[in-house]
């Protein structure tokens, strides 16, 4: 199975709030975990990326929780801010082999100010 | 620095009349990609390129085809574009190989077929 599961699809946050998005995978050979920002005309860009050897990742404001056990992981984005507002992704993918990432269906995100 | 540059970022063509996209890349990577990108989807690999070798997906129409006569460069034709061709069409890039397994996008080509 190859699909990744993404929640909410839309998500409304008060400036300076958590966002909280989830992602759940089915594949086990999964083994690199990025997370895409893609703002409305542009193409997506990598904000942050996990690999299951550890639980938690944190660059800036944004925080990856992993859970290898439960197949799931999340993005965390504390102090949200409107510039955030943009689509989020969250994908999955076999490292080592030129195969496609699997992407989740998207996040909304909307903070308001 | 630009490092994946797709041209042009706009494009209209009319039903049925071939298009060419075209996408560069500074980085230098091993493997290149294309993918459709619809209105709140997700984008979807049409194609992707590991050095020369080309690597169709499964249920990527016919109509679509690719070229990549260099590393730096990489081209999606449209054969016969339809209503349902129009979307945003992104180019990204990876090394594999490398740790990160990193893909690095374009900004995209949004093409509207009349």
């Known amino acids: 199975q190859q699909q990744v599961k993404q929640s909410p699809q839309s998500l409304i946050v008060q400036k300076g709030g958590i966002s909280i998005i989830n992602c759940a995978y089915e594949?086990?050979?999964?083994?690199?975990f990025p997370w895409y920002q893609q703002f409305p005309g542009k193409g997506p860009a990598l904000l942050i990326a996990?690999?299951?050897?550890?639980s938690e990742k944190k660059e800036g404001r944004f925080t990856i929780s992993f859970n290898k056990s439960a197949k799931q992981f999340s993005l965390h984005i504390m102090d949200s801010q409107p510039g955030d507002s943009a689509t989020y992704f969250c994908?999955?993918?076999?490292?080592?082999?030129?195969?496609?990432?699997?992407f989740g269906s998207g996040t909304q995100l909307t903070v308001l100010p | 620095d630009a490092m994946v540059i797709q041209n042009p970022r706009y494009q209209v063509t009319q039903f049925g009349k071939p298009v060419t996209l075209s996408c560069s890349q500074t980085?230098?990577?091993?493997?290149m990609y294309w993918y459709q990108q619809k209105s709140s989807q997700a984008p979807k690999l049409l194609f992707h390129?590991?050095?020369?070798?080309?690597?169709n997906e499964a249920d990527t129409p016919d109509n679509f085809q690719s070229r990549r006569p260099n590393t730096s460069f990489c081209f999606l034709d449209i054969r016969s574009p339809g209503l349902g061709d129009a979307a945003m069409y992104l180019c990204?890039?990876?090394?594999?190989?490398?740790?990160?397994?990193?893909?690095?996008f374009g900004p995209g080509t949004r093409l509207t077929v009349l």
């Open positions: 594949n086990t050979a999964f083994d690199y």
């Open positions: 996990i690999r299951p050897d550890v």
């Open positions: 980085l230098n990577h091993n493997v």
């Open positions: 390129y590991y050095d020369k070798d080309f690597n």
């Open positions: 994908a999955a993918k076999v490292s080592g082999s030129a195969r496609q990432l699997t």
């Open positions: 990204a890039t990876s090394r594999e190989g490398s740790f990160t397994d990193t893909q690095y």
